[in-house]
């Protein structure tokens, strides 16, 4: 888990609230990054082996995972349920969402998403660091980029540790959303 506070973004501070600050030029949104040279502040996660950044503006806060409860007739990246503060909250394992096979790693966390009405957690391998991307600096996604993944990702970011994939939060939430709703029929 991460602990720590970027200048201007907000900060991370052991599991649990994430306190965001307002940042000079930082973008809000959850979707694509702003084309123009807004800052935008990203949470880094790892994935199946892979790297990506997070809308902060999406993130509420992050937990550790603890005791998952499995509901019945869910579709598999439906984890299950988990307590939280006395909210039950609905569990998606996001690599089993977006097809990818490998089991969820032992040190696996949660990015709560969401309203309070609504809350959701994304369960994510590990959490990594806050940065801050502007749009100029975020490559579009390579047309050989296919299947599910390329449905949920805006851009790559080059990072001096190697790419980082750019999720679409607004487009990933609104899918989950329908997810759960055709689930519940």
């Known amino acids: 888990?991460?602990?720590g506070v970027l200048p201007g973004t907000g900060t991370l501070s052991g599991r649990g609230l994430i306190a965001p600050t307002?940042?000079?030029g930082a973008a809000g949104g959850v979707g694509p990054p702003a084309s123009d040279g807004?800052?935008?502040i990203y949470l880094t996660c790892a994935m199946h082996g892979a790297s990506y950044l997070v809308p902060m503006a999406a993130i509420r806060e992050v937990e550790e995972v603890g005791g998952l409860t499995p509901v019945?007739?869910?579709p598999p990246w439906l984890r299950g349920v988990m307590n939280l503060r006395g909210t039950i909250v609905p569990v998606v394992d996001v690599a089993r969402f977006l097809g990818f096979t490998e089991e969820l790693s032992r040190g696996a966390e949660a990015?709560?998403?969401g309203d309070d009405d609504a809350p959701l957690a994304l369960l994510v391998d590990a959490v990594g660091t806050i940065r801050p991307a502007?749009?100029?600096e975020i490559a579009p996604v390579p047309e050989h980029v296919e299947?599910?993944?390329?449905?949920?990702l805006t851009g790559l970011y080059r990072a001096p540790d190697g790419l980082l994939g750019v999720l679409d939060f607004r487009q990933l939430l609104r899918a989950l959303e329908?997810?759960?709703?055709?689930s519940d029929e």
């Open 134 to 136: 502007t749009g100029a």
């Open 111 to 113: 990015l709560i998403c």
């Open 22 to 24: 307002s940042a000079p």
């Open 1 to 3: 888990m991460v602990s």
């Open 147 to 152: 299947g599910m993944l390329a449905r949920y």
């Open 178 to 182: 329908l997810g759960r709703a055709t």
């Open 72 to 74: 019945p007739n869910t």
């Open 38 to 40: 807004a800052r935008q």
